[in-house]
C-alpha cells in the first residue's frame, strides 16, 4: 500500500536541501574510494561499448539536429554538443549490460549520472573531488528514490535504472551548477515528468537508451532549473506525483532517514559477466564446475538448476537470436560458461549467440523456480554422459558484496573492454588518471585517455 501522502510531505524539499547543503568534506574517505572504483567501472564500460552498433545508430539520428561540439563522446573521434554527448555515453556505458549494479533495487546507478557530469565537465571545468562530490550525490539521490519504491515500481514493468537514474542525474548535475533548495526541487520535479523506461524493452536496443535519456532529461532538468523554469515542488511525494502514480508502494523513511550518515554507493557492485545480474550465480556455478572437474560441452548430458522466480521472469529466453538476447537467457549463459569458461562481452555477441555447439548445450539447461533460493543463489546439478553428477550450490557469486572484484579484477575487467578502442597503452593511461580522479584537477587528462588516438 502507498504510504499515507500526509506522511512524505516534504521528502521532495529534504532531499534537494540535503544535496545543496553537502559539502565535500562530509563525506567519508572509504565512499569516495568506492566512488572512484564506480567511475572506472562505468567509464570502462562506456569506452567498451562505444563500438556497439546501437551508438552508430544513434548518433546518426541525432547527428542532424545536434549543436556545437562541446563534449566528446568516449571511444569515438567526434565531439557533439553536452546533450548529445550526454545521451551517447550513457547509451555506450550500459548496452553490454555490463555496468554496476546496486543489488537492493538492481538500478545500474553511474551510467545516468556520470554521463552528464562528464559532458559538463568540459563546458564547466570542475576538480575531480567536485566531479566525484556531485557523483556521489547523485548515486544516492537515485537508489533512495529507487529503495522508496521497490520491488513493486519495478514488478509493474518500470526499468527502474531509467526511472530512477533521472532524479540522479538532476541532482549532481544541479549541485554542479549550483542551485539552491527551491530549484534542486525544481529540477528533481522536472526530473519526475521525465521519468521513463520500460521492461519491455529488454534485450533491444531501448534498454541501454533508457539511462541514457535519464541522464541527458535529468541534466537538460537541472539546466531548466537553474533559469528559474518552474515545476511542482512534491515532484516525488504528491498524491500525483512520481512515487504515488508509478508504484503501488512508496516508503518516503527509505528517502530521508540516515540520509548523509549512510551512503548507498558503498554498496556499488561491480559486474564480472556482460549480462543481467540475477543470471550471475548461474554462471558462477558453471564456470567452477567446468574448471574444478576439465569438462567440456560434450561431456554434458544436462545442467539442472533451482533459481529464484526473477531469473526466470527476467532471462527465461530459451533460443535468443541475437547478442542483446543472449544477455536474457540463463540457458544461453550457463552454455556459455561451460564452453568459454566466462561470460564476457564476446560470450554475448550475435556470432556465439548462433554457434551451434552453444545452442546444442543449452538445450540441455533446465531452470526451475524456487522461492526458497535468494536472488543472488543458485543450486546447480551438472550430470555428465558417463553418469557423473556434481552439485554446487552458490551463497555468494563472484562480483556481489559478499564476493567483490578486488581492484586487480576491476582493472582487468576495463583492460579487456577498452584494449580494442583505445589500445593497451590507452588502458593504462586510462586506468591510472579514474584511479587518480579524486586528486585531478580537472577532468582532461581522464576524458582524452578515454579517445581513441
Not at 541532482?171 to 551548477?177: H, N, P, T, V
Not at 540457458?331 to 555447439?357: L, Q, T
Request: with cysteine; hydrophobic share 45%.
Amino acid at each position: 500500500m502507498n504510504t499515507p501522502v500526509a506522511a512524505s510531505t516534504a521528502v521532495t524539499q529534504i532531499l534537494a536541501d540535503f544535496v545543496v547543503r553537502s559539502g565535500a568534506d562530509d563525506i567519508p574517505a572509504a565512499v569516495y574510494a568506492e566512488a572512484t572504483r564506480s567511475f572506472l567501472n562505468w567509464i570502462g564500460c562506456a569506452v567498451g561499448g562505444s563500438i556497439h552498433p546501437a551508438i552508430d545508430r544513434a548518433w546518426a539520428a541525432a547527428k542532424p539536429f545536434a549543436g556545437a561540439e562541446q563534449a566528446s563522446v568516449l571511444g569515438r573521434k567526434f565531439r557533439t554538443d553536452l546533450l548529445n554527448a550526454t545521451l551517447l555515453n550513457g547509451i555506450s556505458s550500459h548496452v553490454f549490460d555490463f555496468d554496476d549494479t546496486h543489488l537492493r533495487t538492481i538500478i545500474h546507478p553511474a551510467g545516468p549520472i556520470a554521463s552528464g557530469l562528464l559532458a559538463m565537465a568540459e563546458t564547466r571545468p570542475m576538480t575531480g573531488r567536485e566531479f566525484l562530490h556531485a557523483f556521489i550525490l547523485g548515486v544516492e539521490v537515485e537508489c533512495r528514490i529507487g529503495n522508496s519504491v521497490y520491488p513493486d515500481h519495478y514488478d509493474r514493468g518500470w526499468h527502474i535504472t531509467g526511472t530512477a537514474g533521472v532524479f540522479g542525474a538532476a541532482a549532481a548535475a544541479g549541485k554542479i551548477l549550483g542551485l539552491d533548495t527551491l530549484q534542486m526541487q525544481c529540477a528533481l520535479g522536472i526530473a519526475a515528468t521525465q521519468s521513463s523506461g520500460l521492461r519491455e524493452m529488454f534485450g533491444t536496443m531501448c534498454k541501454p537508451l533508457h539511462p541514457g535519456k535519464a541522464a541527458q532529461n535529468g541534466t537538460f532538468a537541472a539546466y531548466l532549473a537553474k533559469e528559474s523554469f518552474t515545476s511542482s515542488e512534491r515532484g516525488i511525494e504528491a498524491p500525483r506525483g512520481f512515487a504515488h502514480v508509478a508504484s503501488t508502494k512508496f516508503d518516503p523513511a527509505e528517502i530521508t532517514d540516515n540520509l548523509g550518515r549512510t551512503w548507498e554507493i558503498s554498496i556499488n557492485t561491480y559486474k564480472p559477466f556482460a549480462c543481467g545480474i540475477v543470471i550471475h550465480p548461474a554462471i558462477d556455478a558453471c564456470v567452477q564446475l567446468r574448471n574444478a572437474h576439465g569438462l567440456r560441452a560434450a561431456d554434458i548430458a544436462s545442467i539442472d538448476l533451482k533459481v529464484h522466480p526473477l531469473v526466470l521472469e527476467l532471462t527465461g529466453k530459451t533460443a535468443p537470436r541475437t547478442g542483446l538476447e543472449g544477455k536474457f537467457s540463463v540457458y544461453h549463459s550457463c552454455a556459455a560458461a561451460i564452453v568459454h569458461g566466462r561470460c564476457g562481452e564476446h560470450e554475448y555477441s550475435d556470432e556465439c549467440v548462433a554457434d551451434p555447439v552453444i545452442i546444442g548445450l543449452r538445450q540441455k539447461v533446465r531452470a526451475s523456480a524456487d522461492r526458497s533460493i535468494h536472488e543472488h543463489q543458485v543450486a546447480a546439478k551438472l550430470t555428465t554422459r558417463d553418469g557423473r553428477v556434481f552439485d554446487l550450490f552458490i551463497e555468494h557469486a563472484i562480483g556481489s558484496l559478499g564476493r567483490p572484484l578486488s581492484d586487480a579484477e576491476l582493472d582487468a575487467k576495463v583492460r579487456d573492454l577498452c584494449e580494442p578502442v583505445i589500445g593497451s597503452a590507452g588502458v593504462d593511461r586510462l586506468i591510472a588518471e579514474s584511479r587518480a580522479i579524486n586528486s585531478a584537477m580537472s577532468l582532461e587528462a581522464i576524458i582524452k585517455a578515454g579517445l581513441p588516438a
